[in-house]
Structure formats: C-alpha cells, structure tokens
C-alpha cells in the first residue's frame, strides 16, 4: 500500500514509539489520528504535525482502548477528519513488574494482572476489530488490498524477566493473534503484522538511572545500544508498503536475548 494520501490511525501515538510511528507516517504523506489517553500531549504532537507538513495533516483523539464507545468516539473523530482509515498502529500499552508471590509472602494482586492484559491485549484486539470491521467496507485498492494493522508486542513474549508475568502474557497473547487474525481477515484483503521490539530509548526507558540505560544496552549483541524510536516506525511503516508482509511477527531487538533477571 502507498502511504501517501492513506488516512492512518496510531494508538498510543503522543508518545515513544506511537509518537514516532504518528509522525513517520506524515512525514511519507499520511493524514494521522493521534489516539492517547493523554490528551493533552496527543494534542501537542498532532500540531507539531500540522505545523512541520500542513493542516488537516493530524488530529488528536483523546481514546481508552478498553472503552469502546470511547473508541468508537474516537474512530468516528478521526474519520471525519480524514476520512475512512486503511492504517492502524496498534501501539497503546502498559508495562508492569509484579512477582507472583511478593516480599512479604502475600501473592501478586488479581487485578493488577487483569489490567495490564486488559489495556495490551484485550484493548489491542478491541482497536483491531472496529477498525477491521469498518475497513472490510471499503473499496479494494488496485491489488484487492482494503486495509493493514500492525500490533506491538514485546521480547517478552519469548524470553520474559523475573515478575513480567502479565507483561509477556499479554504481549505473547498478541504474537498468538497474529497468523489467526490475518488468516481471518485475508478474505476482506486486511493484512495483519506485529512487531516485538527490545530494548528501546522511550520516554520510560529514559527515566532509569543513565548507568542503567548503559547496562542494559551493552546487553544488545550488534548494535550495543538501545533502539530509536524512529527505527520502529521505520519497521512499521515499511510493513504497510510491502503487501506480502502478512501473519508475521518481527523481532526488532539487535538480536537481544533476555536474561531471567
């Protein structure tokens, strides 16, 4: 698919690596819906959009994933803004540490579990569907092609860390629904990718001691440092342009295995 002139949805796109993705797309000619929580700050980077590449060219939706009639609204903004979207970056999520029985003998809380599955998967999944269900009804483009999303997982997935239980259950839960979900869609001509990215230089990740940031990305067998951003949304927006890209989930981590601890 041409990227250019395409209407483009990024949950989680006032920050990090949705911020990236949101303003890679621009940058190749989309219109973008920023969709965050975060109102405020998807605000400031869709008129850094506007600003850098013309008005009309981003809106902010304020969105919770886990709220579909707050989803809905959201769709619905953006859609008017822009027009029927074909591209969906899945990108909205929450990280979590929580060992299963805790210092003090009790076991982990039940519902800070639900909940970090309840945002990454299940939210995922509720973008994925209303947005699927809306781009089944549009027009096939030249090569039978209506649509593309690209959902976020993790390397934790694969090879999880000490107290990362509900984190890689969810991020693994979408690795799962990849193939399922591109098989299913196939017939409405909707691709379906994920990409689980390593250790990257987020505003999180910025937040940990400097000595720490070191260590962790002298961990990264080649290149030794964190990931950028950018190089994510590179990875996501190469995806929509190669049309066989399909039911696949991409490693982008530097070739990083990570350690139990």
């Known amino acids: 698919m041409n990227i250019q ?9 006032a920050s990090g ?3 990236a993705t949101a303003r890679e797309l621009a940058r190749l000619g989309a219109k973008v819906a920023v969709l965050d929580v975060n109102l405020a700050q998807a605000q400031k980077v869709a008129a850094d959009i506007a600003e850098q590449y013309g008005s009309g060219r981003a809106v902010a939706c304020q969105c919770d994933i886990t709220d579909t009639g707050s989803l809905q609204a959201a769709l619905a903004q953006a859609a008017q803004s822009h027009g029927p979207a074909r591209i969906l970056m899945n990108i909205a999520g929450i990280g979590t540490a929580k060992r299963v029985v805790q210092k003090d003998g009790s076991p982990a809380p ?3 579990f639900a ?3 309840n945002i990454n998967l299940v939210g995922t999944y509720n973008a994925s569907r209303l947005f699927a269900a809306a781009c089944a009804k549009l027009q096939p483009l030249a090569d039978g092609e209506r649509g593309v999303m690209v959902c976020t997982a993790s390397v934790a997935a694969f090879d999880g860390q000490v107290g990362q239980q509900a984190y890689s259950a969810s991020k693994a839960g979408l690795a799962g629904m990849t193939l399922p979900m591109a ?4 017939q409405h001509g909707i691709r379906v990718c994920t990409i689980a990215p390593g250790l990257f230089a987020t505003p999180l990740m910025k937040q940990l001691p400097e000595p720490v940031q070191e ?9 030794p440092r964190l990931g950028k951003p950018e190089e994510f949304a590179q990875l996501a927006c190469h995806i929509v342009t190669n049309t066989h890209l399909n039911g696949e989930v991409i490693r982008l981590d530097g070739a990083l ?3 139990p601890r």
């Open 257 to 259: 295995r990570m350690a």
């Open 5 to 13: 002139g395409q209407a483009a949805l990024v949950t989680g796109g």
């Open 183 to 186: 098989r299913d869609l196939a």
């Open 215 to 223: 260590s962790l990305a002298k961990s990264i067998p080649f290149p």
């Open 115 to 117: 909940r970090v599955v």
């Open 17 to 19: 690596l949705g911020e």
């Open 110 to 112: 039940l519902e800070d």
